[in-house]
């Protein structure tokens, strides 16, 4: 990245970043992948609770949910190291699920925590959250998939189709705002995520103790800013030990 989108970049990133209702603290933790960066929000007894964010958007996305979460949760939204945010990916690749999970399990070390971690993922966060909790039942109590991405059905052509631009070499800004555009439906989303975004570039038969619900209208990518509150709600509740 070429030094002005690199400025670029990071200010639109402090940019959806100032939109967080609760004081953030910044945090860095070691692992044999990289450097991982977390925004964290809420009590420091709080109960753990960390956020995956969808490819590209990066974790100050969740503006419009952390006001909540942070009340009972120390909420620790991370840049995932293989993907857009302020993680800086040096030693190990990552090219494998396995390699996924160690650097994850490197986090959790690097936070100190060892059990009671709830998770919460969009997209391919959501992915990586089932995944994560699948390999440490032990340290996870409490998952929320948001729309998650291959975990329980694969996508439709016509959205591979559209989505494929944005893996072709070349700038790649203006095609995530056209693919935004289309998958939104012109729905009106925050004009600094988007921003931020264009630059970054039969679960109950098999779960039945799972509780699912349907958002009238969201798209893919409405969630998690818009509804907001509808999601809120459901997280909070779920999160509850109630």
């Known amino acids: 990245m070429r030094m002005t989108e690199h400025a670029n970049f990071r200010g639109a990133y402090d940019a959806v970043l100032a939109k967080w209702p ?12 990289g450097m991982t960066h977390i925004n ?3 009590p420091a007894g709080g ?19 952390v006001g909540v979460l942070a009340r009972d949760h120390r909420v620790l939204a991370i840049d995932q190291i293989n993907d857009a945010g302020r993680s800086v990916p040096s030693g190990r690749p990552v ?7 160690a650097w994850l399990d490197a986090v959790a070390a690097g936070l100190g925590i060892a059990s009671g971690v709830r ?24 998952l929320a998939l948001l729309d998650p991405s291959g975990c329980f059905a694969g996508m439709r052509l016509s959205y591979r189709l559209r989505a494929l631009p944005l893996f072709l070499p070349g700038p790649k800004p203006a095609r995530m705002r056209s693919f935004l555009r289309w998958e939104t439906g012109g729905a009106e989303l925050d004009p600094d995520w988007y921003e931020l975004t264009a630059l970054a570039a039969n679960a109950k038969a098999l779960l039945p103790r799972v509780e699912t619900g ?20 459901h997280l909070a509740r779920f999160f509850s030990d109630g």
Not at 22 to 33: G, H, I, K, N
Not at 51 to 62: D, E, I, R
Not at 95 to 101: A, E, I, V
Request: charge should be negative; proline fraction near 6%; glycine fraction near 10%.
């Open 22 to 33: 609760e004081p953030v603290e910044s945090l860095e933790v070691a692992t044999p992948y």
């Open 40 to 42: 964290a929000c809420g």
């Open 47 to 65: 109960k753990p609770l960390m956020l995956f964010h969808s490819g590209g958007a990066t974790s100050t996305v969740w503006f419009e949910n």
């Open 95 to 101: 090219h494998t699920r396995d390699d996924l999970m």
């Open 119 to 142: 998770l919460c993922g969009h997209s391919y966060g959501g992915w990586l959250a089932l995944d994560y909790a699948l390999h440490s039942p032990d340290r996870v109590t409490h």
């Open 214 to 233: 349907v958002l009238a209208g969201a798209t893919h990518h409405t969630i998690p800013i818009g509804q907001s509150a509808t999601i809120n709600d």
